[in-house]
């Protein structure tokens, strides 16, 4: 999984996954894999002693993770002060069903980034942290939508985290049931979940000449890009 | 919204939605209906200074929500020694698709729980706690399945959070777009969003006699549960 261009990220403390380690993961390639199918990350972080933990979409280039916001966001001005941050992605892939109520659980992937955010000040790479952000989510958007304009851009808080202590965590696979669980007349197995469109809602002030593009009624989250 | 049963959420300094207040929702029935839904939440903590956001299930019994895990659980281990934890559950309803970059939104509910979470160490309340989470995820499942034994309910650390300090925050609807940007002719709107089920996939264990149950065949997270 790993090649000289794109080493694997390395455990620290915090980073190092201690429950089930047989499902960590700590190579690029599956981290950003999961960052990129994402949509929504939960960042913490902490406010006089209060863990807040504040949902909100993101963007990746290579190294970096982008968030942003307004720059009255509690969030975005607490984390500008360069304070240690946690973002979470998750994304549920089923449930697992077992013949126990002990061994039910879920398939999931999972990434948890630690670090620290800065500022992005540069007009150039502001810029590109939010064409990023837009075809992160909609990709295919950016060309074809007006681009921020200078008063927008200053009105924008973009934050960079780098992408060096993370860890991913995934499960897959049929339940675990205790041995003599498995004569037990009960169903089991997985129940797969996925990210699903259904038809495009058009802005009721949008001409009715204006179709839906295809990467709107194509929509599909699973390897929409790669790392 | 609120009835004499279910007053609604106080909303404390911390619990305030600060941004986008108008989005703010502290009804009691808005956040169970949001808490309900969802299957993951994200648990924020704070080890050395350090926060930490992990992904879990959780279960709800009227104010009260449960997570649990193995007592060895880094996130478990630190909650019970009673410190201060963010609950997050978010639930994505759509893309929405904006004439300008910097209007394009997501339409989501979420619900923030603030709070200090304690273990569940009475056997009926614990066994209580368990069923409430198994039937969270799978509505119907726990009647079928084996339940869990001493060495299982022994295993298996419960805490609860009580609902007490919590908030929703929800956006529906279309972009909201610049005047001047109307007359662009982009397509806009919103691009709906849900957690489908793909086709249940047997254990490979299991005897080719057991059909899956109608709570899998038929299994939906919407309205699947009032408060």
Same mark, same amino acid.
């Given at each position: 999984?790993?090649?000289?261009?794109?080493?694997?990220?390395?455990?620290?403390?915090?980073?190092?996954?201690?429950?089930?380690?047989?499902?960590?993961?700590?190579?690029?390639?599956?981290?950003?894999?999961?960052?990129?199918?994402?949509?929504?990350?939960?960042?913490?972080?902490?406010?006089?002693?209060?863990?807040?933990?504040?949902?909100?979409?993101?963007?990746?280039?290579?190294?970096?993770?982008?968030?942003?916001?307004?720059?009255?966001?509690?969030?975005?001005?607490?984390?500008?002060?360069?304070?240690?941050?946690?973002?979470? $992605?998750?994304?549920?892939?089923?449930? !697992?069903?077992?013949?126990?109520?002990?061994?039910?659980?879920?398939?999931?992937?999972?990434?948890?980034?630690?670090?620290?955010?800065?500022? !992005?000040?540069?007009?150039?790479?502001?810029?590109?942290?939010?064409?990023?952000?837009?075809?992160?989510?909609?990709?295919?958007?950016?060309?074809?939508?007006?681009?921020?304009?200078?008063?927008?851009?200053?009105?924008?808080? !973009?934050?960079?985290?780098?992408? $060096?202590?993370?860890?991913?965590?995934?499960?897959?696979?049929?339940? !675990?049931?205790?041995?003599?669980?498995?004569?037990?007349?009960?169903?089991?197995?997985?129940?797969?979940?996925?990210?699903?469109?259904?038809?495009?809602?058009?802005?009721?002030?949008?001409?009715?000449?204006?179709?839906?593009?295809?990467?709107?009624?194509?929509?599909?989250?699973?390897?929409?890009?790669?790392?």
């Amino acid at each position: 999984m790993e090649s000289i261009e794109s080493p694997a990220f390395v455990p620290t403390q915090r980073s190092t996954v201690k429950r089930l380690a047989k499902r960590a993961e700590y190579d690029r390639t599956t981290v950003y894999q999961i960052l990129d199918e994402g949509l929504i990350c939960h960042v913490g972080f902490v406010v006089d002693g209060n863990p807040f933990v504040i949902p909100t979409a993101y963007g990746r280039i290579e190294e970096q993770l982008y968030i942003h916001g307004s720059p009255a966001s509690r969030m975005l001005r607490t984390l500008q002060t360069g304070i240690d941050v946690c973002v979470t $992605v998750t994304l549920l892939d089923g449930l !697992v069903l077992a013949r126990s109520a002990f061994h039910h659980s879920m398939n999931y992937r999972s990434v948890v980034v630690f670090g620290t955010a800065s500022i !992005v000040s540069e007009p150039e790479q502001k810029l590109e942290a939010l064409r990023a952000f837009t075809e992160h989510i909609v990709p295919g958007r950016w060309s074809e939508v007006r681009p921020p304009n200078r008063s927008e851009l200053t009105g924008t808080l !973009v934050l960079a985290l780098p992408l $060096v202590e993370a860890s991913a965590k995934v499960r897959t696979g049929p339940p !675990v049931d205790d041995e003599e669980d498995y004569a037990l007349p009960v169903w089991a197995g997985e129940l797969p979940l996925e990210l699903a469109t259904a038809q495009p809602i058009a802005d009721p002030r949008l001409s009715s000449a204006i179709e839906p593009p295809a990467y709107v009624t194509a929509y599909t989250r699973a390897a929409t890009r790669q790392a």
